[in-house]
């Protein structure tokens, strides 16, 4: 599996970006978790969100949680994160992340395949 990730770029504190990743290599799965991290200069990958094959569940962290929206399009093998009321704070590298055995996971061991990553820059 192969995960691109895209859509980051600069943007002022309070705005908003729309980032996306997509999957190749084969079709999603029933088990096929995803999930966005993130990392910072100098700090551990840390996690951002994570959604469940059908969408049901997810999961945020509590920096996060009522800022970012995880979605995904099985048909089209993507996944979203809407990050609304940016911070400076969020200022990191985003990486998309799959993991196959259906864990709703936080941690970044759990994930088998990692996209490349794409920069998000919130100037205050």
């Known amino acids: 599996v192969q995960l691109q990730a895209f859509g980051g770029g600069l943007v002022q504190a309070g705005g908003f970006l729309r980032l996306s990743c997509a999957a190749s290599?084969?079709?999603?799965?029933?088990?096929?978790?995803m999930a966005w991290f993130r990392q910072s200069p100098g700090k551990e990958r840390e996690f951002a969100a994570a959604?469940?094959?059908?969408?049901?569940?997810?999961y945020y962290a509590d920096s996060v949680k009522g800022r970012f929206t995880i979605s995904r399009d099985n048909a089209k093998n993507t996944v979203t994160l809407q990050m609304n009321s940016l911070k400076s704070d969020d200022t990191a590298v985003y990486y998309c992340?799959?993991?196959?055995?259906?864990?709703?996971?936080?941690?970044?061991?759990?994930?088998?395949?990692w996209g490349q990553g794409t920069q998000v820059t919130v100037s205050s």
């Open positions: 959604i469940s094959w059908s969408g049901g569940r997810t």
């Open positions: 290599g084969r079709p999603f799965s029933t088990y096929d978790v």
């Open positions: 992340a799959l993991d196959p055995r259906g864990r709703l996971s936080k941690m970044v061991a759990e994930y088998a395949y």
